[in-house]
């Protein structure tokens, strides 16, 4: 085991000094690993862990907080209990990588150790101020009271950022006065920089019922003030938490710093809704002057109608600007839906979505995410279908990769639109619910049609989880339901098995195609429909890997019509090296 342990730390110091000179190999942290993870660290023996998503090496994690590349390092921080698979004792978890695929654990970034965070270091955010981060964070403290608090490096030349200083004579720096709930205060943003001199944040907050994101400034990111209006609020919704505001560009891809409010941009407000566990936002305008953020018209107070970020199974996502490629980066907490008791047993809990590029889409309305392009450096093997005609009622299987561990692309083309269903107007409000009354065995009009991911080897496909399509003709218009049935995922007993469905945000008629890419990593199947406009993330734990069965993939048509496959290609992935020993952190003193 010694041997071991000197391997690990030699080959992070190589991974360390491959940074100082700017130019990583792909292969440094991936293949190079395989055999090490594998016949070392025992990995193989868990078939629900993931190969390529975020976690931990054990325990519970949850929100992703305070992301940022710094000196040549990606870093990422989340709420994490080190003594445990389920939630309690949070503290910040940090990891680093060189490429946003592969991560080395460090120690805790933050413990709870204050009176001001002694009951848990909740989620926040990383700002960069005068070229160093600092994190703002909640803590709740010994009265149990949510407070935001500030923490500093304790040396900015250290890349890997190894300590960090929460000050006792100042913290915390902002408490729930008067009007303020003291149990729903929390999750400061990223700070932005006003032409006025001044920094600002936005605080998630329930004021008498009313969801408000409060905004504070500060001259000096150590004092902070409460502004007398919030940056944004709502009547009809609740607590809002984890919120996070961003300018997007309405002509480019590239990301922006959170401080730019000029030029041809718009802004993004994203928060989590704790009534229904999503992560919704808005799209409009930031007036600085008043420090109010405006929607743009068509929006409702009604969450119902809101965008979502994510239809499927992920809550309190955080994002980042990364300076090195000019893009913004999105994290979300991807939660469990198996036992309590399987999580005690498997000894973790929770991991993150493959982070993903987001930006605006041309029509300025709807934000696109799509995994980064880091990610084509785990493709290995691959198959693929071009110009294939899937009948009516066919089912065709995708062979000659392992399909548990893949990334599987493909282009549906509708020969009609005639014979699509009538849509009725109440459909908007509940898909979820339309969703739950087609099954991927029932015979539609044009559609179902999807892939069938992680399915037993058995005649009839006893477990399998379907991803679908099905279009509507609405007056003089299409719409594309986009539905995810998890009922027959899994035999295994206390396993959440709902229904996930949204329309997406796509006219069909223009070319009759719809894309899917879909990310299956043994327990998480991560879902982008039509480029990205719409995306649904599910957890799903079949039966049949406990025995050892292979999963099989396949593409089907239950529609009346034939659906061609204008072309498919699904690639076998690798695993990557996602923080293999956290029980030994690789230290202060270690490197």
């Not at 480019?252 to 409010?261: A, T, W, Y």
């Not at 239809?311 to 309190?316: D, E």
């Not at 392009?373 to 065709?396: C, M, P, T, Y």
Request: charged share 25%; with cysteine.
């Amino acid at each position: 085991m010694a041997r071991l342990r000197l391997l690990h730390a030699l080959l992070f110091q190589i991974s360390i000094l491959v940074i100082k000179i700017d130019a990583v190999p792909s292969s440094l942290l991936n293949s190079d690993y395989q055999q090490i993870q594998d016949h070392c660290f025992g990995n193989e023996i868990d078939p629900d862990r993931t190969a390529f998503h975020f976690q931990p090496s054990k325990n519970w994690l949850n929100d992703p907080n305070g992301p940022m590349y710094y000196k040549g390092l990606y870093h990422l921080f989340y709420q994490y209990n080190p003594v445990g698979p389920l939630w309690g004792n949070i503290t910040w978890g940090h990891s680093v990588s060189t490429d946003l695929v592969n991560w080395e654990a460090l120690d805790l970034a933050l413990d709870r150790t204050d009176p001001f965070d002694i009951n848990g270091c909740w989620s926040g955010s990383v700002t960069f101020v005068a070229g160093e981060p600092v994190i703002l964070y909640t803590g709740i403290d010994d009265k149990q009271r949510n407070v935001q608090n500030i923490a500093f490096p304790k040396n900015g030349s250290d890349p890997l950022l190894r300590e960090w200083v929460k000050p006792s004579d100042y913290n915390p720096i902002m408490v729930p006065g008067g009007d303020i709930d003291p149990d729903n205060f929390r999750d400061p943003s990223t700070g932005w920089f006003g032409q006025d001199g001044y920094w600002r944040t936005a605080v998630g907050a329930n004021m008498k019922g009313r969801a408000e994101i409060l905004l504070y400034k500060s001259q000096d990111f150590a004092n902070w003030t409460r502004n007398e209006f919030p940056l944004h609020e709502s009547l009809s919704s609740g607590m809002w938490e984890c919120p996070d505001f961003f300018p997007v560009s309405l002509s480019s891809r590239d990301g922006l710093d959170p401080s730019v409010n000029t030029g041809n941009i718009k802004h993004v407000l994203k928060f989590g809704l704790m009534k229904t566990l999503r992560d919704y936002y808005l799209v409009g305008t930031y007036d600085e002057k008043k420090d109010v953020f405006i929607p743009d018209e068509g929006y409702e107070d009604d969450y119902r109608t809101w965008p979502v970020l994510d239809y499927g199974h992920i809550y309190a996502s955080k994002s980042f600007f990364d300076g090195k490629k000019k893009r913004r980066i999105l994290w979300s907490w991807v939660n469990e839906s198996d036992s309590e008791a399987d999580d005690i047993k498997k000894g973790w809990s929770g991991i993150q979505t493959f982070p993903r590029a987001i930006w605006l889409d041309t029509n300025g309305k709807q934000l696109i995410q799509w995994p980064i392009e880091e990610i084509k450096s785990l493709r290995k093997q691959q198959v693929q279908l071009r110009d294939f005609e899937l009948q009516s009622g066919a089912r065709h299987e995708i062979t000659g990769i392992s399909t548990s561990q893949a990334n599987v692309d493909v282009e549906f083309e509708l020969p009609s639109l005639e014979g699509a269903e009538l849509f009725d107007d109440s459909f908007l409000l509940d898909p979820s619910k339309l969703c739950d009354e087609i099954t991927p065995s029932d015979k539609g009009g044009i559609g179902p049609f999807g892939l069938l991911v992680l399915a037993s080897d058995v005649e009839g496909l006893e477990e399998h989880t379907g991803i679908f399509f099905k279009v509507y003709k609405n007056s003089d218009k299409y719409m594309v339901l986009m539905c995810s049935h998890l009922r027959s995922s899994s035999r295994r007993e206390g396993v959440y098995k709902p229904t996930f469905g949204a329309f997406v945000g796509v006219d069909i008629s223009k070319d009759k195609r719809i894309s899917l890419r879909t990310l299956i990593d043994h327990s998480v199947v991560e879902n982008f429909a039509a480029g990205g406009r719409t995306c649904m993330t599910l957890r799903v734990y079949p039966k049949h890997v406990l025995t050892g069965q292979t999963s099989g993939l396949y593409v089907f048509n239950l529609g009346s019509l034939d659906v061609n496959i204008k072309e498919l290609n699904a690639w076998e992935m690798a695993r990557a090296r996602v923080n293999i020993r956290n029980d030994e952190f690789i230290s202060k003193d270690s490197v």
